[in-house]
């Protein structure tokens, strides 16, 4: 197990790092091909579709244990939402990876040999994991004996926790090296031509100055362009790929904050002025603060200027001790304050330290003896600064000589604080702390000040049980009673109350101003429109936090591509720009028939001649014109001291002149182009590829009906 230890310090890292790696570094595949998602057809209990291949609950949470398992066994004990979430996600890119491309391994023949992958860990030039875990940390020399003495104790562990690190990682440097050949193998159908560098080369180095004049679309009024519903359709069916949308719902609601009543304010309030007497006379300030607070006893010493509220200050540092001050009110309780004992200590304390580490490998007493020796040597006049350098189990200020620079107390763990302060200057010390031994040497100390020991009795202000029926009871009359969607915002208009609205999509955790809503949201994509939304026990008040909530879906938008309907607005703006494009070009060819130059037309069309120079194929914006792409592409294109036709851009119709074309040199060698596109295909892989599979997959992802 001490090698385990020694793995997990390092691994630990590793596995946290792996678990949070982004979609596409393909790393962790924690199944195979053959895995049962690949049979289980039951849509009770889908969780996805991908491909056409179901992948079920029972097997995603399945593999959700083993990686938090794992993640669990690699020293990482805090599994808060926030990280089971993040495992979640990270199982779910696996399977959907999986599934998409164990099938593209299969159709190449693609895999990793044993021998291949012994090689990767066992080999002359070990995989990067590998060699992470087993460097010396000391010489940052990769250890292979090290290696060696793991893998031949690792079936002596009982425990079988080594054998499944080791399986695990086994299993990462697999999946890694298989997209990696696969990527491989895409990349090496990928080559940029002669002709493809040249093109890229003028592109960026032809360079056309021209003038230009332009009518906006916005000198037609929207109310002169007629807009029938034949126009919306035609173009709708055009561009439905640019009204992709994704599954979303649109709720109101309201809350019912479920806050003290003045029976609950006047109950605590009582309490405090019962108990003020037993706190005068209570022999033991800490144990009593314990024992009746709903705050604990906080062990320190407080100097001018850190008690709250300010006139507090006043008021306990020209108190004697005993004197109990209060109750007074302070946010959302009432306090007792009672002066424990005046202390003089120093405001602030330098000071120097070496750590010795608790060690599983040894006991308290012998790491208690290290440091003890430690402070013999130095007793005995070996430079603390060096020793600190190289024993150290802080790295961050061996580099510093074991300098911890000013602190004020509070600031390190208690009995480094204790000693540090209330020890005196020069002094060499031996702590014992949660992190191990530290050897201390207080280098200096601020002057002494007065601080106080103050224990605080607090009294919240909650709601209580009462209170929290009646306010149930009021959301549940609301929400009976207002059954449908009008007599809702009536109820909200008549009664004065304020309207909340939020967008949510499926998979989303959080509503703005609303704790742990996810249940609510999972309610909301499965109720109608119009309709209240109900919870799996059918009840429409929702308790979240410290509020109930009733709402109502007002908008379901189905993942898809949008109906007309939804973004006839939208469209309609499109539409009356293209028609305004189209009658600004009729406009431009009438007045150009008896034109030949560039000023003819900007004095008949009464417009601006503006310029531009320097314009390249590539450059992003027009002077004077904004992003319009279409106007980089005819100048590219068209002959000097013409008049181009009219040119329909994004914000208006544009004629150019083209003034001067500064052509670029000529070059022989197109190689450093060419290694500049291939370097941008071969990251556009590593990406492009998996994305382009994933979209033609046709994902259905159903993770909602669950979580």
Request: charged share 30%.
């Amino acid at each position: 197990m001490a090698t385990l230890q020694k793995i997990r310090d390092k691994f630990g890292i590793i596995v946290a790092v792996l678990i949070g790696l982004s979609l596409l570094s393909f790393i962790i595949f924690t199944g195979t091909g053959n895995n049962s998602i690949f049979s289980n057809r039951n849509k009770q209990f889908e969780i996805a579709r991908v491909a056409g291949k179901s992948i079920s609950i029972m097997d995603y949470n399945r593999r959700v244990s083993n990686l938090t398992e794992i993640y669990k066994l690699s020293g990482n004990t805090n599994m808060d939402e926030a990280t089971s979430k993040m495992i979640r996600e990270q199982v779910w890119e696996d399977m959907i990876r999986e599934n998409i491309l164990t099938p593209e391994y299969k159709k190449l023949g693609l895999d990793v040999s044993p021998d291949e992958l012994f090689d990767l860990v066992q080999g002359n030039n070990p995989h990067p994991l590998i060699r992470q875990i087993f460097t010396d940390k000391t010489t940052g020399i990769f250890n292979r004996s090290a290696l060696i003495r793991f893998l031949k104790n690792m079936e002596n562990d009982e425990t079988g926790q080594q054998k499944k690190y080791w399986l695990f990682l086994e299993k990462q440097i697999y999946n890694e090296r298989r997209i990696t050949k696969y990527l491989g193998l895409i990349r090496q159908g990928l080559f940029a031509t002669d002709f493809e560098a040249h093109e890229t080369y003028v592109e960026d180095n032809k360079k056309t100055d021209f003038k230009y004049v332009s009518q906006l679309f916005d000198v037609i009024p929207d109310t002169s362009i007629i807009v029938t519903m034949n126009d919306l359709k035609a173009y709708y069916k055009k561009h439905k790929k640019n009204y992709q949308q994704k599954a979303e719902r649109k709720i109101e609601y309201v809350t019912f904050d479920v806050v003290p009543s003045p029976k609950d304010i006047q109950l605590a309030e009582d309490w405090i002025n019962k108990i003020k007497p037993e706190f005068e006379a209570a022999k033991d300030v800490p144990e009593f603060v314990s024992l009746n607070s709903d705050i604990p006893y906080q062990d320190r010493h407080y100097g001018y200027g850190e008690l709250t509220p300010d006139t507090l200050n006043d008021i306990m540092f020209n108190a004697e001790p005993g004197f109990v001050y209060g109750p007074y009110k302070e946010e959302e309780a009432f306090k007792l304050a009672r002066l424990a004992a005046i202390d003089y200590l120093p405001d602030s304390v330098h000071a120097r330290h070496i750590l010795i580490a608790l060690d599983p490998k040894k006991t308290k007493e012998a790491i208690k003896q290290k440091a003890d020796s430690i402070k013999n040597l130095i007793e005995k006049g070996t430079d603390f600064a060096l020793l600190a350098s190289t024993v150290s189990d802080d790295k961050g200020s061996a580099q510093l000589g074991g300098d911890l620079g000013w602190f004020k107390e509070g600031i390190m763990v208690k009995p480094f604080s204790d000693a540090c302060f209330f020890g005196k200057k020069h002094d060499l010390l031996v702590v014992e702390t949660r992190f191990g031994y530290h050897v201390i040497e207080i280098l200096d100390q601020s002057k002494k000040v007065k601080k106080l020991e103050i224990g605080f009795i607090v009294r919240n202000i909650e709601p209580s049980s009462d209170t929290y029926n009646q306010i149930y009871s009021q959301a549940s009359r609301f929400a009976g009673v207002n059954n449908t969607y009008d007599k809702f915002k009536e109820a909200i208009k008549k009664n004065n109350l304020e309207k909340h609205v939020a967008v949510i999509g499926k998979n989303d955790e959080n509503i703005p101003g609303l704790e742990s809503a996810r249940p609510f949201i999972r309610a909301a994509f499965k109720t109608e429109k119009d309709n209240i939304i109900l919870s799996t026990n059918n009840q429409a008040v929702f308790e979240l936090g410290d509020k109930f909530v009733i709402g109502y879906i007002t908008e379901a938008k189905t993942e898809g591509i949008a109906p007309l309907k939804d973004v006839e607005e939208d469209i309609r703006l499109q539409v009356t720009k293209e028609k305004k494009g189209d009658a600004l070009v009729m406009v431009f060819k009438k007045e150009m028939k008896d034109v030949k130059t560039l000023d003819d037309l900007a004095s008949k069309i009464n417009a601006r001649i503006r310029e531009a120079s320097g314009i390249t194929f590539n450059s992003f914006t027009i002077p004077g014109a904004g992003i319009e792409p279409a106007l980089n592409a005819v100048a590219y294109v068209w002959p000097p001291n013409r008049l181009t036709s009219p040119v329909k851009g994004l914000n208006g119709v544009y004629v150019l002149e083209i003034t001067s074309v500064t052509e670029p040199d000529s070059i022989s060698n197109y190689n450093q182009i060419k290694t500049r596109l291939m370097a941008n295909f071969q990251t556009r892989t590593n990406f492009e590829a998996y994305n382009a599979l994933k979209k033609h997959a046709d994902i259905k992802d159903e993770r909602a009906k669950f979580f």
